[in-house]
């Protein structure tokens, strides 16, 4: 069964901390993607990679970089954790192919507050 | 400015009964799109898809029209079960290379038994 597998459920930070999230995949897929869910907002995309190393600007950037330096993992680190940044987070993979028809599998989340 | 909207924050609907879950969009690049079922505490999982060639796809109990002149899409799931209530997402994508899907803000469906 293919994942992609998020390696914390629940995180309690304190505002100023570095905080990493981390998401590998056992696909292969060439395209990773970052996503917050907020309610009433939806999902709205942070950043995206479309091969290692390589990594694309979403909708919401700011206060997030990317690390991907192995095709299977992709890290969100937040630089200055702050309270507005509480949110759940979820990784995605996707393949290249045909955009794939089935979009994108996701990670369970990482529901993440800072307090 | 949101390009994919879902008007109806939630939705309740008899067992039994068709529910028809909506989906705006403004960009006339989208080329494909998808719909997705998220339960709590997990992330959402893949439900159908169209590509803009068609006009409807049917998997089992589920079916997604599209409307490309209104910018429209719907779900229809028919019959509903209390195991269909989640909150639904639609995503569309344009034909950038990307790869990249926006997603609308969600309808939290609620099937009574």
């Known amino acids: 069964d293919v994942k992609v597998t998020q390696s914390s459920r629940y995180l309690v930070k304190r505002t100023g901390e570095k905080v990493f999230l981390e998401c590998v995949q056992d696909m292969d897929h060439e395209n990773m993607f970052w996503y917050r869910q907020d309610p009433g907002l939806g999902l709205r995309l942070i950043y995206f990679s479309y091969d290692v190393k390589m990594k694309e600007k979403g909708d919401i950037p700011e206060g997030y970089s990317v690390s991907r330096e192995k095709k299977e993992r992709f890290s969100l680190i937040l630089e200055s954790a702050s309270t507005n940044q509480t949110s759940m987070y979820l990784c995605?993979?996707?393949?290249?192919?045909?955009?794939?028809?089935?979009?994108?599998?996701f990670g369970s989340g990482t529901r993440l507050t800072v307090v | 400015d949101q390009q994919v909207k879902q008007n109806s924050p939630s939705l309740s609907v008899q067992e039994g009964r068709i529910s028809i879950l909506n989906c705006d969009y403004t960009n006339s690049m989208f080329d494909y799109f998808l719909w997705y079922k998220k339960y709590p505490a997990e992330g959402p999982t893949f439900l159908i898809s169209?590509?803009?060639?068609?006009d409807k796809n049917e998997d089992g109990r589920f079916t997604v029209f599209l409307n490309k002149s209104a910018k429209h899409l719907s779900l229809h799931i028919v019959p509903s079960q209390p195991g269909d209530s989640a909150v639904y997402f639609c995503?569309?994508?344009?034909?950038?290379?990307?790869?990249?899907?926006?997603f609308g803000t969600g309808t939290r469906l609620k099937v009574l038994a």
């Open positions: 995605a993979s996707s393949e290249n192919l045909n955009q794939g028809s089935y979009g994108y599998t």
């Open positions: 995503a569309a994508s344009a034909d950038s290379g990307t790869y990249k899907y926006i």
């Open positions: 169209i590509s803009s060639i068609k």
